[in-house]
């Protein structure tokens, strides 16, 4: 090979190394590049680990004397908890779940006499087991196995319930045990003998009052029956005594001890019944009444005092409102004579009224009523009316010193308000007048209101003469309630001058002040319209007695009017029929008296029929002759016995068809006789009704007179006209008239 061949080959294998090497040192460059960055990157990352590992090192630091600080805190609060635990005067201790004693204050280790057993450790198995066996508990009758059988069985329960143990020195614990959620039981020993001894001094004070209570009781009824057994006498033959023939002095001598002795009865059953609520013993009697009637019966049976005062009495009912409910009737009466007495003896002029509206539930079986006695009287004092509901409260001022009373009749009428559920409230200015009213929310005995009769057309326009706004608007309320077109007057000029146009009705209140209202009558009739009907109204018994006036009017009505017979006669003038004139029915008695309405049985004149037989069991000779004297108009055959083994003979051989059985007799006690009688009446089939008479009126007695036999049940004072009742109730057919 040539020269020049060998140093191309060699040029070219040169340049190709060249090649090679500037190749491998770009390779080169570019791997010390990436190991450069390599070496930043991981120079970076050491730093950040390095800052984290300084920084974990400093968090370790914190939480390491966090550690620190909260152990020495749990400890503190450790030490303060058992500081106040061991500070507790009652015992604390705690269990495991398996009943080990963990630890106890000192107090609690104090219940076991320091015995050096009872320490953290012990069972609670074994704490019952020292308490029997070191005689540091007393069990009572219990024997001490099955005392620790029930406290195990206790422990053992996942509630235990609070028990009470007595200790050797008359000292009494109340342990209270909680059981956690792991297991472990707090036990808590509570100290009660002093809670202990307490309620046995409050047991002795109980006991000690329930016998003082007892003994007023006793007292009271004993009280009672020695006060109304001479005051039988009394008012009896005060009562007798206005039958006779007396002069106007005499007649005011008897009125005035019957008045009396009627107002001792008053203060003592107010005394009694205050008596009977305070000891919780009163107890209601719930049976069907009519309301609006009881409204009625007890302003009719105060009218009177209120027409010697010239008071106008108003009863408002409101038209829609039920009339029976279902409560203690007697009850009802009690609260509204109290409330009204006081209306008519408060006030000097004007008018006493007495409302009632209600709101019926939404099942309509209650009704919520609202009464209430509105007065013109003298008023009470703003700063007195919150005490006058109080026992003995009455308003003491000049004014009203001369008004008499025990100052107990609000007192009773409150509490026998709130024993009905109710409220009573007043509502008074003084000089002006006062309104009380009290609210009951009763059972609806029967929803339906008062029907109202359809009137004629003929019978479409009334005028209504009265010269009260408030008897008027009462009176126009229930006329409206039939349709009727209303013309008003108050004065008889007035009513002359309305009388020119169409009436077609005239009412007429014959008691204004102003107009003489029998004139005013008079002068209708003599006038152009003289056949247009007249119905008069009056309270006067005078008035309403009179023949002139009957003469005058086409009936008349007492007030106030109740809203049955107003209809009733607006609807026989309606029909052209004569109504009757309408007198007021006589108030139930405010005595006890627990009867039965006998039913009206027709006498036979029978000719040669023998009297009818009544047999009396009376030991007191005053109460025998006010008897006597109370039946002497009627035909009978009476008898007396004055004790009650003489009643058993007279029963046997006089055969009588009523018995009158006094309760408190010598020898033998009217309950007593009652029952043989009752026995022997159980030999031969027949039934011989008794009536009981007594002086006693407490709570109970009642009960336990009608127990032992008796029908009827009648308190002493006696009066005449429930006597007359009984009597007529059960006069056998085949037997004499009664009157002639």
């Known amino acids: 090979m040539s020269l020049a061949n060998r140093l191309a080959e060699e040029r070219r294998g040169r340049l ?22 390599h070496a930043l990157a991981l120079t970076k990352q050491i730093g950040v680990s390095q800052a984290e590992v300084k920084t974990v090192r400093v968090e370790n630091e914190k939480v390491k004397s966090d550690l620190t600080d909260a152990h020495e805190k749990v400890v503190q609060a450790e030490q303060r908890l058992w500081h106040s635990i061991q500070a507790f005067q009652d015992g604390f201790a705690f269990f495991d779940s398996d009943s080990t004693l963990i630890g106890a204050n000192t107090a609690y280790l104090n219940i076991f006499d320091e015995l050096e057993e009872v320490v953290p450790g012990i069972s609670y198995i074994r704490i ?6 070191e005689g540091l508990i007393n069990t009572g009758d219990v024997p001490m196995d099955d005392w620790r059988q029930m406290m195990t069985e206790r422990w053992m329960s996942p509630t235990p319930e609070p028990v009470i143990v007595r200790l050797w020195d008359d000292r009494y614990l109340k342990l209270l045990d909680q059981r956690g959620h792991g297991g472990d039981m707090v036990s808590l020993a509570l100290d009660i003998t002093t809670t202990v001894q307490y309620e046995e001094e409050l047991r002795t004070a109980r006991e000690r009052a329930e016998a003082a209570n007892r003994a007023k009781s006793a007292f009271l009824a004993n009280m009672s029956h020695e006060i109304r057994t001479p005051m039988n006498g009394v008012v009896g033959m005060a009562e007798l005594l206005n039958d006779t023939n007396l002069t106007s002095e005499q007649s005011l001598y008897a009125n005035t001890i019957k008045n009396s002795g009627e107002a001792l009865l008053v203060i003592i059953n107010d005394v009694l019944d205050y008596s009977k609520i305070e000891a919780d013993k009163l107890v209601l009697h719930p049976e069907p009444f009519n309301l609006e009637q009881s409204m009625h019966e007890v302003v009719t049976l105060l009218q009177p005092s209120a027409r010697d005062k010239g008071l106008s009495m108003m009863v408002d009912y409101d038209l829609f ?20 007495g006081n209306a008519v003896k408060f006030t000097k002029s004007g008018h006493v009224a007495l409302r009632a509206t209600g709101v019926p539930t939404q099942d309509d079986s209650h009704c919520a009523i ?38 107990l009749g609000l007192a009773i009428t409150k509490r026998l308000i709130e024993l009905m559920g109710g409220e009573i409230w007043v509502e008074s200015e003084e000089g002006k007048g006062s309104c009380f009213g009290f609210r009951l929310v009763l059972p609806i005995s029967e929803p339906k209101t008062v029907s109202v009769p359809k009137l004629p057309e003929s019978l479409r326009v009334v005028l209504v003469v009265d010269d009260q706004d408030v008897s008027r608007e ?23 001058q309305k009388m020119e146009n169409r009436v077609d009705l005239v009412i007429c209140d014959c008691d204004m002040a102003e107009t003489d209202g029998v004139a005013l009558a008079k002068e209708i009739r003599g006038g152009a319209n003289g056949q247009v009907p007249i119905l008069a109204l009056s309270a006067s018994p005078t008035i309403v007695g009179d023949p002139t006036v009957q003469g005058l009017a086409n009936s008349i009505l007492t007030k106030p009017v ?23 029915a006589a108030p139930e008695q405010n005595v006890a008296v627990e009867v039965q ?21 009376e030991d007191n000779k005053t109460n025998q002759l006010v008897f006597r004297k109370m039946v002497k108009e009627l035909n009978i055959d009476l008898k007396f016995a004055n004790n009650g ?52 009126a407490m709570t109970g007695d009642s009960e336990g007179i009608l127990a032992a036999g008796l029908d009827f049940y009648l308190t002493k004072p006696l009066r005449k006209n429930l006597i007359h009742e009984r009597i007529e109730a059960h006069c056998p057919e085949a037997v004499q008239p009664l009157r002639s």
């Open 16 to 37: 190709a190394a060249e090649r090679l090497l500037e190749l491998k040192q770009a390779e080169l460059t570019a791997a010390n590049r990436k190991l450069g960055r």
């Open 128 to 133: 019952l087991q020292l308490l029997t066996d």
């Open 321 to 340: 409102l039920p009339s029976t409910y279902v409560s203690d009737p007697g009850r009802v009466r009690q609260i509204l004579t109290n409330l009204v």
């Open 370 to 407: 609202h009464i209430t006695i509105e007065d013109t009287g003298i008023g009470i004092p703003e700063e007195k009316q919150a005490h006058i509901f109080g026992e003995f409260n009455q308003v003491e001022d000049e004014r009203n010193r001369k008004f008499e009373g025990t100052g």
């Open 474 to 496: 009462i009176v126009e309320k229930q006329l409206l309630q039939l349709g009727m077109v209303i013309e008003r007057a108050t004065t008889r000029e007035e009513a002359l």
């Open 562 to 584: 109740p809203r049955l017979e107003l209809f009733k006669q607006l609807s026989a003038i309606g029909n052209g029929q004569q109504p009757q004139v309408a007198t007021p």
């Open 597 to 617: 309405p006998g039913e009206d049985l027709a006498h036979a004149a029978v000719s040669g029929a023998p009297k009818m037989r009544i047999l009396a069991a």
């Open 645 to 696: 083994v003489e009643a058993v003979e007279g029963y046997q051989e006089f055969k009588p068809d009523l018995i009158f059985m006094d309760i408190s007799m010598p020898i033998m006690d009217g309950k007593q006789a009652t029952s043989e009688i009752r026995r022997i009446e159980s030999t031969t089939g027949k039934h011989v009704p008794i009536v009981a008479l007594t002086a006693h």
